[in-house]
T-cell receptor, first 110, second 117 residues
Framework: SQTIHQWPATLVQPVGSPLSLECTVE??????LYWYRQAAGRGLQLLFY??????ISSEVPQNLSASRPQDRQFILSSKKLLLSDSGFYLC?????????FGPGTRLTVT | AQTVTQSQPEMSVQEAETVTLSCTYD???????LFWYKQPPSRQMILVIR??????QNATENRFSVNFQKAAKSFSLKISDSQLGDAAMYFC??????????????FGTGTRLKVLA
């Protein structure tokens, strides 16, 4: 069965510091991968999606970036965090008929 | 542009009763997928139920069923015999399929369901 991992689970970072969140998927090959952000009490905002290695589509212009160095690895990065980057970040993998989520990372920018 | 609207920010239901959560969407596609996801306090997103637009029969998963009205672009979730464990945020989602073959998902803003003992 497929499993999706995210780390770290919780992160507290000061404004202006860099960010790296990692997501890996097991049990499937060539999945579509997604990064979402969920602000407190809000819905899911799609940030990036990837259909293959090195292929990244950005949905929202911001100071975040994503990379996919391996088939089942998806990384969310920032060079300098803003207060507004705080939130709950979810990684997901999907096929045509389904999408499954990781456990998420809670990011607090102080 | 495709949009998903959940007009009920919060709903309450008595344990063992039935509740219906509403969702409407806008699309020009004829073939698509719709989903309901549950997000409990753990914040793990869980797929509850899926509906293919080409299927006229409403999807059912145990106590969860949908009322899919394609012409009205409505996709409501009915939870029967509500249990305390059903308390969660529920998200409606629509899958966009591009001509390139890639796809992505659009989510509504969610409905928080409270189950009263």
């Amino acid at each position: 069965s497929q499993t999706i991992h995210q780390w770290p689970a919780t992160l507290v970072q000061p404004v202006g510091s860099p960010l790296s969140l990692e997501c890996t998927v097991e049990g499937t090959s060539n999945p579509n991968l997604y990064w979402y952000r969920q602000a407190a009490g809000r819905g899911l905002q799609l940030l990036f999606y990837s259909v293959g290695i090195g292929q990244i589509s950005s949905e929202v212009p911001q100071n975040l970036s994503a990379s996919r160095p391996q088939d089942r690895q998806f990384i969310l990065s920032s060079k300098k965090l803003l207060l507004s980057d705080s939130g709950f970040y979810l990684c997901a993998w999907g096929r045509v008929r389904e999408q499954y989520f990781g456990p998420g990372t809670r990011l607090t920018v102080t | 542009a495709q949009t998903v609207t959940q007009s009920q920010p919060e709903m309450s239901v008595q344990e063992a009763e039935t509740v219906t959560l509403s969702c409407t969407y806008d699309t020009s596609e004829s073939d698509y997928y719709l989903f309901w996801y549950k997000q409990p306090p753990s914040r793990q997103m869980i797929l509850v139920i899926r509906q293919e637009a080409y299927k006229q029969q409403n999807a059912t998963e145990n106590r969860f069923s949908v009322n899919f009205q394609k012409a009205a672009k409505s996709f409501s979730l009915k939870i029967s015999d509500s249990q305390l464990g059903d308390a969660a945020m529920y998200f409606c989602a629509y899958r966009i399929l591009y001509t390139s073959g890639t796809y992505k998902y659009i989510f509504g803003t969610g409905t928080r369901l409270k189950v009263l003992a």
